[in-house]
């Protein structure tokens, strides 16, 4: 099974002509209040991709809490172990621009009280695989890093958005998943070289023995092995409309594959395909695709690449 350890967030998305420069006010029709949040994101995806998942975090008791976790509840994403707290619902304000370029400015709210401690013993162990990113305070990432592995816990860092990772949490975890820019963040931390992101990748992977998968927008994804060499996939071609949750999408997509026994190389072309098929639709959680709809576009990605 598959336990989300994160945000939970309302998004609230205004299209807009093009993104404000600072200082700029920029005009747009009307706003959408849509569920989001790189942990809810993460693990609806992964619901939606055929897996059985529990969520960790926090919501507040105003009314947008009930929001940030429909989505959730419709998908049967075990929500017990939810805490509420006295701060409001974690909120995103998101505007995309006509290319479907965006900004995102979340206000942490509740998630800022999410703690290791709110993990179930019983929950962790060599049959559950833990999903993390780095919207809850970061310590307790860490703790419950060390805290599951321990117990032969899988673990799946999203390193999104990006932030300094102690180098003893990064040799724990089994599979870090950077885009571009966290790629090369992680490697300057590491004090590792990062000409590009794709190298920055290898040398992460190679200096913590970890399997590094890099998301690279149209070129594709990446995954390099902590012993050398890996896999990689092209990106499904795809007229994006809007890219926000399109990483969640991956990582959930990813976890689900992982958890369901694929090998590395078919899991990383189920990843690929639904970072990409949730371009298509504005808003994170409402573009999440199914296992279905992940599963008809197979055929039109070739086997992945080893390197
Ligand atoms: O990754 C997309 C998510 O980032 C949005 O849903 C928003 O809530 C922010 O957390």
Redesign the pocket.
């Known amino acids: 099974m598959i336990v989300v350890f994160g945000?939970l967030?309302v998004?609230v998305m205004i299209a807009v002509h093009h993104l404000p420069l600072p200082g700029e006010t920029v005009l747009g029709p009307g706003y959408e209040l849509t569920a989001?949040?790189?942990g809810a994101?993460q693990a609806l995806a992964a619901a939606r991709a055929g897996a059985r998942v529990t969520m960790i975090g926090s919501i507040g008791t105003d009314p947008l809490a009930e929001t940030a976790i429909a989505d959730l509840r419709a998908a049967g994403v075990d929500l017990s172990h939810l805490a509420k707290v006295g701060d409001p619902t974690?909120l995103?304000a998101?505007c995309v621009d006509k290319a479907g370029e965006n900004h995102?400015v979340?206000a942490s709210g509740a998630n800022r009280h999410t703690r290791a401690s709110q993990m179930p013993a019983a929950l962790l162990g060599p049959d559950t695989l833990v999903v993390m990113q780095m919207?809850v305070p970061l310590e307790e990432n860490w703790a419950l890093i060390r805290a599951a592995k321990a117990k032969g816990t899988r673990i799946l860092l999203n390193a999104?958005p990006a932030a300094a990772i102690p180098a003893e949490s990064l040799g724990l975890v089994d599979w870090l998943i950077v885009n571009e820019n966290e790629a090369k963040q992680v490697a300057l931390d590491l004090q590792v070289s990062a000409k590009d992101a794709r190298q920055a990748a290898a040398n992460i992977a190679r200096a913590t023995d970890t399997t590094v998968i890099v998301t690279l927008g149209g070129a594709g994804a990446a995954a390099y092995l902590g012993k050398g060499g890996g896999f990689d996939v092209p990106a499904l071609s795809i007229k994006p409309i809007d890219t926000?949750?399109a990483?969640?999408s991956f990582v959930g997509g990813f976890a689900a594959a992982i958890d369901r026994g694929l090998d590395l190389p078919l899991a990383l072309r189920h990843a690929a395909i639904g970072g990409a098929l949730a371009c298509l639709k504005t808003g994170?959680?409402p573009s999440l695709p199914t296992l279905a709809e992940i599963e008809k576009r197979l055929p039109e990605l070739p086997a992945a690449r080893v390197f």
Do not use: C, P
Request: glycine letters at 24%; aromatic letters at 0%; a negative charge.
């Open positions: 945000s967030n998004d989001g949040g790189k994101n974690g995103a998101i995102v979340v919207e999104a926000v949750g990483g969640d994170a959680q």
